[in-house]
């Protein structure tokens, strides 16, 4: 059964202090790898998608990074902006869009 | 640009009521997916639809039921409600041709059973 895992549950950052989240996942097969930012009340907004290991896509204060067990988003020098739940997805299946999501990481970044 | 509306945001049910969700996707995207996400918890897949026939079905209950119509707008019909049912119900959709993963979802409808 397809699993994704992602840690910290919670992570407080300072502006300007940069981290990195982590999703690892079990599949068989990947099919993609995606990330999504989830505001309180708010639907996901989609991020990101990795397919191969060794890919890197950036955006902004953003980069998702992928290796063959586990994906990566760092975050440089984050705003209070930036605060949200960043959740890794991977496709379950062969069925576009259907997505097993992990539990996702709380960032708050305070000023 | 256009988004993904839901209707209704709010709504408060009693158990063994029945309630029904629409779902407008953004125009020209093929698929709709349904989603339910309690609460603490992540989004889990409910069922999709392409070109208004049922593409896949993940962990919806039998009491639920959902279709899609002529003008691609969707409804999830949720029948004997019960407490657990108390979640954000997500709508999103996908263009045709757009990454396999890249949905756009709604703002949700929120579901408090009572």
């Known amino acids: 059964e397809d699993q994704v895992t992602q840690s910290p549950e919670a992570l407080r950052l300072q502006e300007g202090e940069s981290s990195s989240l982590n999703c690892s996942y079990t599949?068989?097969?990947?099919?993609?790898l995606f990330w999504y930012r989830q505001d309180p009340g708010k639907g996901p907004e989609f991020l990101f998608t990795?397919?191969?290991a060794g890919e890197e896509k950036e955006k902004e204060r953003l980069k998702a990074t992928l290796t063959k067990k586990e994906s990566f988003l760092h975050i440089t020098a984050p705003k209070p902006e930036d605060s949200a739940t960043y959740l890794c997805?991977?496709?379950?299946?062969?069925?576009?869009?259907?997505?097993?999501f992990g539990a996702g990481t709380q960032v708050v970044v305070t000023p | 640009a256009a988004g993904v509306i839901q209707s209704p945001r709010h709504l408060i049910k009693e158990k063994r009521e029945t309630a029904t969700l629409k779902c407008y996707p953004i125009p020209r995207h093929d698929t709709v997916y349904w989603y339910q996400q309690g609460p603490g918890q992540d989004p889990q897949f409910l069922i999709s639809?392409?070109?208004?026939?049922?593409?896949d079905k993940g962990s919806i209950p039998d009491r639920f039921s959902a279709q899609q119509f002529s003008d691609y707008h969707s409804e999830l019909n949720m029948s004997s409600l019960e407490l657990g049912d108390s979640a954000l119900y997500f709508c999103?959709?996908?263009?045709?041709?757009?990454?396999?993963?890249?949905?756009?979802f709604g703002e949700g409808s929120r579901l408090t059973v009572l």
């Open positions: 990795l397919y191969s």
């Open positions: 997805a991977v496709q379950a299946g062969d069925s576009w869009g259907k997505l097993q």
């Open positions: 639809f392409y070109e208004k026939m049922q593409s």
């Open positions: 599949v068989s097969g990947l099919r993609g």
């Open positions: 999103a959709s996908r263009r045709a041709g757009g990454e396999t993963g890249e949905l756009f």
